[in-house]
């Protein structure tokens, strides 16, 4: 008995079946034509994605929210009561009353309904002009002067875009994304999913998308989308070639960008990608968003896994603060660029990176050795740094190296504080680090207590490659 065709699979061949090998759709279109529950499946897929377009467009005059919000206005503060009718709400405070909508209705459909069950309300030639006048405001569409995107929302396979007035610009079928808002900072995995900017200075923000590491949708994850205030695709590109070197660990198979940025530099606006692969490594580079050529790129040798724009030498102007894996030392790193110089390989050994390929223009590339526990409980040989906190008012820097990463049962992270010249000013341990630590110490698994000289020995054990 052959297997079922998953949904993802479906939606695939579907959405875009040129991402398949011509042997793997025949072998697709075979299948359904055979098979009555992918079949069935299919013209599910096909239906809903249907459904979408067909709605993704609608008008949005019956907004309850909207609705909410007039009549909250007219509420005193003495409160009120609701007594159901039908489908209909009577809401009454203090001698007034409003009919609210138990349901979606046109504006038209709502207004006829209020005159048919109260008559004398609207019988006055001033309640008729106000009620004109109201159903005329209500239908206006969005001021032209008022496109710029502000807010971009992607929530259930749905991208909406609103302008600085809360107006809903555009909307768009985007499947196979992660829900993602670009008021909100980047998710707990580090991955940014929307980005808006200004990035021509024009005054009008743009809107970049990639796709995410499930390959699903019409987005790919190699690849960032530009759409203009409209909606439409201004440009697409992607993340260039692969430098392939001398080691046995590297596996490259297709970029996955994880993050994307802008910076403005001492010379102009720039755009900064991060990719990386399955296997090492990863890179950062610098994309013309007019050409799609990328003008400058800086390969690690592990991944890169937090990234953060900081003033650091306060020229004001913002760094480029890199974080992640560094996979020739089996260390966790940090490591900060000039926008206006992002390129080379990062220190690696001869295995990874040949020597004279070992030059690149960092202003710093710091090395976090991992500690006793990690290499009590982990099952990898390195730790990461995965988040930065910055403290403008302190002036200070904090590294967060996490010992196990991806291991939720041992949870433990070490936090470096710098000042601005990257002077180590403390070691803290994280509260879960010290209590798992704890318990292997009670079980004879770590020798060493955790005290002011285990501290101190992480702060020295901060090796400074440049």
């Not at 203009?228 to 960008?257: E, M, V």
Request: glycine share 6%; net charge negative.
């Amino acid at each position: 008995m052959s297997l079922h065709i998953s949904d993802s699979k479906l939606e695939l061949y579907f959405l875009d079946s040129s991402q398949l090998e011509l042997e793997e759709r025949e072998k697709i279109e075979k299948h359904i034509s055979s098979c009555p529950m992918c079949s069935e499946n299919f013209e599910k897929v096909k239906d809903y994605y249907s459904f979408i377009q067909k709605n993704i467009n609608e008008d949005e005059v019956g907004d309850s929210q909207t609705a909410k919000k007039i009549l909250d206005q007219n509420n005193p503060v003495g409160g009120s009561k609701l007594l159901s009718e039908n489908k209909l709400t009577v809401k009454v405070y203090n001698g007034n009353y409003e009919i609210v909508s138990a349901r979606e209705e046109p504006l038209v459909k709502k207004v006829e309904d209020l005159i048919r069950i109260y008559p004398l309300r609207f019988a006055g030639a001033f309640g008729f002009a106000g009620l004109l006048i109201a159903v005329f405001f209500m239908m206006l569409k969005p001021d032209k002067k008022y496109i710029n995107p502000t807010l971009a929302v992607i929530k259930e396979n749905v991208l909406t875009v609103y302008n600085e007035m809360g107006d809903v610009l555009w909307k768009k079928a985007v499947p196979g994304i992660e829900n993602f808002r670009t008021d909100l900072p980047k998710n707990q995995s580090n991955v940014r999913g929307l980005l808006l900017d200004d990035l021509n200075n024009d005054g009008i923000n743009e809107l970049l998308i990639t796709g995410n590491y499930s390959y699903r949708g019409i987005f790919a994850s190699d690849t960032i989308y530009c759409f203009d205030p409209s909606g439409n695709i201004k440009w697409k590109y992607g993340c260039g070639s692969f430098s392939a070197l001398n080691t046995p660990n590297w596996k490259h198979s297709r970029w996955q960008i994880t993050d994307y940025f802008v910076v403005k530099s001492k010379k102009e606006k720039r755009l900064f990608v991060i990719a990386g692969t399955n296997f090492a490594p990863s890179k950062i580079f610098e994309l013309d968003f007019n050409s799609g050529k990328i003008k400058q790129e800086f390969y690690n040798s592990g991944g890169i896994t937090a990234a953060v724009l900081f003033d650091v030498d306060n020229d004001g102007y913002d760094e480029i603060i890199l974080g992640g894996i560094n996979n020739a030392f089996s260390s966790a790193f940090t490591a900060v660029f000039e926008p206006d110089s992002v390129n080379g390989f990062s220190p690696s050994t001869e295995l990874y990176v040949p020597d004279s390929l070992q030059k690149n223009s960092a202003v710093r590339y710091i090395l976090f050795r991992a500690t006793n526990y990690m290499k009590a409980v982990s099952l990898t040989d390195y730790n990461m740094v995965n988040q930065f906190l910055i403290s403008k008012e302190e002036k200070t820097i904090t590294v967060y190296a996490e010992e196990v990463p991806g291991d939720t049962e041992y949870n433990g992270s070490v936090l470096y504080n710098f000042d601005l010249d990257w002077n180590v000013r403390g070691v803290v341990l994280s509260d879960d680090f010290v209590a798992n630590y704890n318990r292997l110490l009670a079980k004879g698994k770590v020798k060493e207590p955790l005290d002011s000289n285990y501290t101190k020995k992480l702060a020295e054990g901060v090796t400074f490659l440049k």
